[in-house]
Nanobody, 119 residues
Framework: QVRLEESGGGLVQAGGSLRLSCAAS????????MGWYRQAPGKQRDVVAV???????TYADSVKGRFTISRDNGKNTVFLQMNSLKPEDTAVYYC?????????????WGQGTQVTVSS
């Protein structure tokens, strides 16, 4: 089992910045990819950024150049630095961890943290 605890959401004006954190606990040794997803009201949950254990990161086109995902394997934490925020970034942001153990793949999700960007 992997437990994820997110923090760092809030209300910010357009152009501002926020930093999200997600701390993993439990069977952390088997975590491979970690990432951030977001879901706006009435929309599906979409990927924002993911990062492999080795540090390779991938971003959604809508956040490239504005958001940076990073990972501290020693602290089992993944971060999302969000700069130049836009109202369309408003959503609930979810942390995800992919556990790979004995050939089995399991996905774990955090509870979500609200990010609201005012115009």
């Amino acid at each position: 089992q992997v437990r994820l605890e997110e923090s760092g959401g809030g209300l910010v004006q357009a152009g501002g910045s926020l930093r999200l954190s997600c701390a993993a606990s439990g069977s952390i040794f088997s975590i491979d990819v970690m990432g951030w997803y977001r879901q706006a009201p009435g929309k599906q949950r979409d990927v924002v950024a993911v990062i492999a254990r080795g540090g390779t990161a991938t971003y959604a086109d809508s956040v490239k150049g504005r958001f940076t995902i990073s990972r501290d394997n020693g602290k089992n934490t993944v971060f999302l630095q969000m700069n130049s925020l836009k109202p369309e970034d408003t959503a609930v942001y979810y942390c995800k961890a992919v556990q790979v153990e004995f050939g089995n793949v399991r996905n774990y999700w955090g509870q979500g943290t609200q990010v609201t960007v005012s115009s």
